[in-house]
């Protein structure tokens, strides 16, 4: 790691609520939810855990695009602590055994800045993407039937199954992986 390297700051943080990519694809990565079923879901993130690997490799891999966006870098750290949280939350549906589960919170732009991703090693981050996405695609193997409804609720209310948190995990993985590579 350089010690030249400085601090880009904070990126714009994203305040929407992504759960309308629910119910219809999203015109930004292409997503469609409602032609997507959960026992693809291991599948698409062992490739996409490919995808970012090789773009840990790219010689851009430092640099914002924009202003207050981050770098292909910041966007793999941020899908590893993604996987990291997301199989941490279907293992708490399928612990609560069908009684909804409330999740955490979980703040991903202080994540960014607390951890800090810009400062990251890309070859150390390659190998923590590869062994998170690893994780997380053989937890979302596991539920089976009727688990896949197991009810949870976000901190903000919003309301979830086990089959529609994978849905929502995937398109989160694809569309930054858009975000990367577009
Ligand atoms: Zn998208």
Redesign the pocket.
Known sequence: MSESLTDPGPSTPDDADWTW?LSSP?P????DAAATAPGEVPAILRVAGQRYAAVLGRDDVRNRPAEGVWSPLEYACHVRDVCDVMRGRLEQILAGGGEVVRFANWDQDETAVERQYWRSDPGVVQGEVTSAFEAAATAYALPSGTQWEWPAVRSNGAEFTAATLSLYFV?DI??HL?DVTA
């Open positions: 990519v999203c930004d990565c292409g997503f398109h694809r569309h858009w």
